[in-house]
């Protein structure tokens, strides 16, 4: 495991949304998505998602520029201030919660990332978007998401949900602060 407080997370410029296409159409990287429902530009037997120059500019208004119960960033480590994944949050009226995305570029994988990342987007979760919940939706069978979530203090809630509320973070980054 590399050191900690190596990461930053950076919204992207819609010239930089290459980064983007590139990791959505890594075999390697997405495979953990193969056979989910099916949308348009979706393959189910790669996970792979199309996403071409042409959806960049709706996609960018959609995420960075006018919702403003979405979040979306780029993992970048620190010093070579270069992108290892990609992060997101959007709003669940079902939920009534925010719903994670976290995809760390397969060749970085096995480093802590996932991890560091989750947790700077937990800060922005809870002290930017002030969210009450924050959850994913995976099965208990990804067994190396369901050690990171827990973790950082997400508690699973169903065989596909699980989640963090807001007193849940506090109370935990306050034990923090008062263990050092």
Not at 5 to 16: A, M, R, V
Not at 51 to 56: I, M, R
Not at 68 to 73: D, I, L, S, V, W
């Amino acid at each position: 495991m590399e050191n900690q407080n190596t990461l930053i997370l950076k919204i992207p410029t819609i010239e930089e949304l290459d980064y983007r296409k590139k990791i959505l159409s890594d075999e390697d990287t997405v495979s953990y998505n193969m056979g989910c429902e099916e949308f348009q530009g979706y393959n189910p037997y790669t996970g792979c998602i199309d996403f071409n120059e042409s959806k960049w500019s709706d996609w960018f208004l959609k995420w960075i520029t006018q919702d403003k119960e979405r979040y979306y960033a780029y993992i970048i480590k620190c010093p070579e201030n270069i992108p290892v994944g990609e992060v997101a949050l959007r709003y669940d009226e079902m939920q009534k919660g925010y719903c994670v995305s976290i995809i760390v570029e397969h060749k970085y994988r096995g480093k802590g990332y996932s991890e560091e990342a989750l947790n700077l987007l937990l800060e922005v979760a809870f002290n930017e978007l002030k969210a009450e919940k924050v959850f994913d939706n995976f099965p208990q069978e990804r067994t190396s998401a369901e050690k990171i979530f827990e973790k950082v203090g997400f508690k699973r809630t169903s065989v596909e949900i699980v989640e963090l509320l807001r007193e849940d973070y506090y109370k935990k980054q306050n034990a923090i602060l008062h263990k050092n």
